[in-house]
Structures are given as C-alpha cells and as structure tokens.
C-alpha cells in the first residue's frame, strides 16, 4: 500500500512568533473532548488560516492521467442509464470517471431524439465531480431547470452519499461536523474554523459555513448495511472546527481501517464530503487530493470511492414527494457482501 503524506495543519502565529504552530490532525476519538469555539472578532487585516492540509505534491500527476482519462471516456460515452423519466426531466446514474456534461448528449433517443423544434433544452440540474458516480437530474426545459437549482441551491433536495474510506476507525456509530469551507491563494479547496465564516481569503472570495452528518455502516468487514434514513441530530455527537484543535495520531491497528460511511451533507460546498472525510481522519480511498491512499491491496485507484445514492425532492411540476436511489457501485457491493 502507498499512501500521499499528510502534510501537518498550519495554524495562525501567534504574536511575535517566528514561525507557526503546527499540529496534527485531529482524529475522530477526540472530538468529543474538542471545546467550545472561540468567536472572538480577528484583527483587521488578517487572513484566515485553513485547518486542513494543501494538496499533495504528487497528486497533480495523478489527477492528470485520471483526467486525460476521463477526457477520453467522455468522448466515446453514448449511452446514460436512466432511472427515472418523464416528460420534464430525467434521473441518471452517471458512472464514475465521466465528466458531468457528457450525460447531456447520451441520454436515450426518448429524450435527446427529435428536430430542433421539438427537441428538449437539456439542463444539467446538479453536478458530481469526475470520479463521482450517482444520480443526477437532467431537466428538459427551462422552467424545471431554475425550480430545480433553486431547490438544490435552497438545500430542499435532499441527498446521500457511500464513501469507503480508509484510516482511524471511528468511535461514534454518527456524528455532525460543523466547519467553514474556502479556497486558498493557491487554489485549493479547504476546511477553515466556524468563527471564520463570513471573512475574507486573498483573492476577494470568503468563508462560507459547512455541514455534514455522517453515520458508519461498516469497519473492517463488520456492521450491518441499513437503507438511508432520517435521523435527530438532537441525539447524535456534534463536532464544530476550531482554528486551534488538540489532537493525537490514531493507534497503529486502526490507522488503516477500512471504513464505509454514508454521508448526508446539509450544504453544498465543492468536495464537502472529501474535505470532512479527511478532518475527520479517515479521508476517501482513492482521494489523492485530501490525503486518500494511491493504492490499496496492490492495485492503483482509479479514482475516489464516492457515490451519490439517493436524491429526494418534491416534482417541480406535479408537486409530489419522489425519491430515487441508486444501484451501490462495485466497490459498495464488495465491502458489503464481506460485512458479518
């Protein structure tokens, strides 16, 4: 197994230090002893410091082959797996290592076919990223189109995710982490303190509040896969990011725990779920970008292991309640049928 060095967190100096505190990352088993934040006003004038880890250095090559790859799959992809259609929109299951927009012209001729007087104006009403695979909603008309981003955009949809990760096992069965989330001078998508939100990074872009719950189905082959559902957060441990977070390295027999976990993000940032993932110790397989191990059993990953498995909305025309779910991906099913 080879896995990308986590690099330590970078903290803000405190005042007259010549250098910054550094500290590890906090793993799951000390969430709990994590105080209060503290929401005391910055100085003006300074830039909030992430409490996550840059990108790797060595993930650029290998964002770059999966990305010639996934150029190359695009080009050739002609045939989306429909799971739900209708005459305003469409639910397909985008495979993973196919970029989003190729779905827009492989749809079954039912919605893609006709002249340009007749033929639907097709809207990707939700994105995944690249190595993502899941359900996504195809709108075939501008009207359903702005209802749909409007919900997605007012957190009206609501979703779930499988993630297998692999790192410290957890010590809670469910947990909701509170955090902020922004990209650096450099680029990078990152996970800053909650008393952040709202504050300036170089470039002119700010802070913006991220939340995800997440419960664990299985470690290590053991655990019990259940279908999604809804749960009170009023009964499950909360973590909120702090700039300043006491943490030790997990013990060696669980560093490497294989983890599978559904996640139910309650905003929408850009890679939300493989930001938490590795706050929390345990970032996705296959995620070069945010500390995820490069290869596994001997084999090189192709990509995360992330997939979007459920979507649940009211219909933007009939006004009806649906939900549509997705088959698990092979990697799901293969932790799962090893699971006691």
């Known amino acids: 197994m080879t896995k990308l060095p986590l690099p330590l967190f970078l903290l803000s100096p405190p005042a007259g230090a010549a250098t910054p505190l550094r500290s590890l990352l906090p793993p799951a088993r000390r969430l709990a002893a994590m105080s209060a934040v503290d929401t005391t006003a910055p100085v003006s004038g300074e830039y909030p410091s992430p409490v996550s880890p840059p990108y790797p250095a060595a993930s650029k090559d290998v964002e770059l082959r999966r990305a010639m790859t996934a150029s190359a799959r695009s080009g050739v992809f002609t045939s ?3 799971v739900f259609e209708d005459e ?12 989003c927009d190729a779905l827009l012209t492989a749809l079954p001729s039912s919605a893609a076919s006709g002249d340009s007087a007749t033929k639907p104006n097709l809207h990707l009403a939700n994105r995944l990223d690249r190595d993502t695979s899941g359900l996504m ?14 919900a997605f955009t007012d957190h009206k949809v609501k979703k779930t995710y499988l993630a297998l990760c692999i790192g410290c096992q957890p010590t809670w069965e469910k947990i909701k982490i509170y955090s902020g989330h922004g990209r650096s001078k450099h680029g990078a998508w990152r996970v800053y303190a909650t008393a952040d939100v709202g504050r300036s990074l170089p470039g002119g872009s700010v802070v913006r509040d991220m939340s995800t719950q997440f419960e664990v189905l299985g470690v290590d082959g053991k655990g019990q896969f259940r279908e999604p559902s809804s749960f ?6 909360s973590i909120t990011v702090q700039e300043k977070a006491a943490g030790q390295t997990c013990n060696d027999d669980v560093k490497d725990s294989v983890i599978l976990v559904r996640a139910y993000p309650q905003s929408g940032r850009t890679h939300q779920i493989r930001l938490h993932c590795q706050y929390l110790g345990f970032p996705i397989r296959g995620d070069v970008k945010y500390g995820g191990v490069i290869e596994w059993n001997g084999l090189e990953c192709d990509g995360h292991a992330l997939h979007a498995e459920s979507l649940s909305f009211v219909h933007p025309i009939t006004g009806l309640p649906v939900t549509f779910q997705s088959p698990l991906p092979s990697w799901a099913k293969d932790f799962v049928s090893t699971m006691e």
């Open 232 to 237: 009170c957060t009023d009964d499950i441990e």
């Open 80 to 82: 989306a797996d429909v």
């Open 137 to 150: 909603i195809i709108t075939k008309c501008n009207k359903v189109a702005g209802k749909l981003v409007k």
């Open 88 to 99: 305003w929109l469409a639910v397909v299951n985008k495979p993973a290592g196919v970029y």
